[in-house]
């Protein structure tokens, strides 16, 4: 049994804050889910599709979050009680259905969970998707703590059934990743079956449907800002003529400050755990009896700006503010001790910073940049373009896109010049090789990332009759979040037989491209051969990078080749290191490389390009 599924109410278990919300959707009986993974929300997913194969909960891995979140908007309108998973930039690719279906609603609950990435540990940007909950009018949840990730996730469960609409439950790194004890609720019994009920006035929206169903959307919103007055985490705690209002996990940044500081006598907090639509009256009594306000949030102004206009209708003068010059960045997560050092300032307490200990007699760390795992058949893909585009004596750009092989733009391979978000390599190279015909676009993009969002660029690259050649790098699943699966993965490798598999090829050359390739990276004479021929091709050609990712490979127990060492056949031209820098390589303390057989996996990629041929199996013992 999935240690999730436990029925032992009140006992207290350690957990990711992904795990505590995965259990807080099993307590409030969800029995619906969809999502595409993303981190940092991704182990929520990982954990909801295990326990979908112990249970009747239905789970998916959608093709993208749009499609998620319109497949979980069909299960909510069924009656059914269901959540859609993603991180922040995910409520991008799914914010068309989202405005429409604050005006629709729900039948049945529906929490959107998004997972914003403060200081982007793995995003392209820091967006804040409270904002979301102001554009569409839906309510926005917060946690604050991986207990309150689990309890607040059943509450916004329960908010939507009140409400009749879509919650928005807005989750930050520091939430999803930090582990902690929780206690164990009871788990409702799940209702999988559901049913729709036809009202085209209220399902279909056309012009004059939508009219009234925004109407209908505006009586919600005031009907949640009185449930917002009274919701329970939106709470004070503490006394003073100092006011801090906060939300998120800075709310426990700030408890510990007032803490240490010693000042819980003369500053109180009102913590904001419902914060769209935020508790007005709340707010404004708040701030009747402080002298100075201090907002304390992550990312954008968005709790300050709405607690200076509450102050303004209420006729409330003091000193408020949040971010700005000696506060709070706009950018970036904070931290306890930024958060302390701030509160002193800003109130006037004397503070000294606890001295840091001496480290001078102690050598830096070295660095260690991000890089693609030993025998990556990425690394190999790459180095086969770049040779051959030399040999062709091209100018090439390469847009590339979201996953593991975005670390290609790293030296020494540099072969990465653009990305955006995901599926933009395809769109991209449309942009790129019409601006600029004298040089060859080569365009790359994963297999999860092509079933995501790349289909429609490359059509989109035929239809208009574009020259560029797309690189498919089919690894064979969902990698750089975690080896989820994707339409063009092979489920019966893990003992899943429900699953059908998607041929990327049969849908290329279904999308009108003329010029198909498919390579195996681990023969490397053979695809640059290959690669050659779909680089001098006028029009879209399409290659297609096919071996399986070596973490995937080895997790599916398959045999691994034997690691190689560095022969005395080695002239020292170093060109493994200097052109595919695979990790496995180090240089020893009398400046020779070597080879990590512990982490060599064997894939020869370097044998093939030495030009001594100084590289060898090592031998069978």
Known sequence: MHPLLQKNPDKKILVLGNEAIARGAIEAGVSFATTYPGTPSSEISENLFKISHQTDLYFEYSVNEKVALEVAAGAANSGLKTLCIMKHVGLNVAADPLMTLA?????????????????????????????????????????????E????????????????????????????????????????????????????????????????????????????????????????????????????????????????????????????GFSNPLPQKKIQAFLKDCKKALIIEEGEPVLETYVKACAQQAGITIPINGKGKNLFNLHFELDPETVKKVISSYFGFDYAPKSKPDVSNIPELPMRPPNLC??????????????????????????????????????????????????????????FSKAIPGKKVVGYIGDSTFFHSGITGLINAVFNNHNFTLVILDNGITAMTG???????????????????????????????????????????????????????????????????????????????????????????????????????????????????DTCIGCALCAQICPENAILPVPKS
């Open 103 to 147: 005006y629709v609603g729900v039948s049945g609950s529906l929490v959107i969970l998004t997972a914003d990435d403060p200081f982007m540990f793995s995003s392209q940007n820091e967006q804040d998707n409270r904002f979301y909950g102001k554009l569409s009018g839906l309510p926005v949840i917060e946690p604050s703590s991986v207990q």
């Open 149 to 272: 990730a689990k309890d607040m996730l059943i509450y916004a469960f329960e908010l939507s059934e009140k409400l009749k609409e879509p919650v928005i439950f807005r989750t930050t790194t520091r939430i999803n990743h930090s582990s902690a004890f929780i206690t164990l609720g009871e788990i409702k019994e799940r209702k999988t079956k559901g049913d729709f009920k036809k009202d085209p006035l209220s399902y279909v929206t056309v012009p004059a449907v939508s009219r009234n169903l925004h109407l209908k959307l505006i009586e919600k919103i005031k009907k949640a800002e009185t449930i917002s007055e009274n919701c329970e985490y939106n709470f004070q705690k503490g006394k003073g003529e100092l006011g801090i209002i906060t939300s998120g996990v800075s709310f426990l940044y700030a408890s510990d400050a007032i803490k240490e500081l010693n000042v819980s006598d003369k500053v109180k907090t009102l913590k904001i």
């Open 374 to 431: 030993s025998g990556c058949s990425h690394r190999a893909t790459f180095y086969e373009i770049k040779k051959a585009a030399q040999s062709l004596d091209i100018d090439v750009i390469y847009p590339t896109d979201i996953g593991c092989y975005t670390l290609g733009f790293m030296p020494p391979l540099n072969m990465g010049d653009f990305v955006i978000c995901m599926g933009s390599s395809v769109s991209s190279s449309c942009g």
């Open 483 to 597: 080896h989820q699966p994707n339409p063009g993965v092979n489920m019966k490798k893990l003992g899943l037989e429900q699953y059908q598999q998607v041929s990327i090829e049969n849908i290329v050359k279904a999308a009108g491209v003329k010029h198909v390739t498919v390579i195996k990276p681990k023969k490397v004479k053979k695809s640059i051969e290959a690669i050659k021929e779909a680089l001098s091709y006028k029009g879209v050609s399409v290659i297609i990078a096919q071996e399986l990712c070596v973490l995937y490979a080895k997790a599916l127990k398959m045999p691994a080749g034997r690691p190689f060492y560095i022969s005395d056949k080695c002239k020292d031209h170093r060109d493994c290191i200097n052109e595919i820098a695979c990790p496995s390589f180090y240089i020893d303390q009398t400046n020779k490389v070597k080879i990590n057989a």
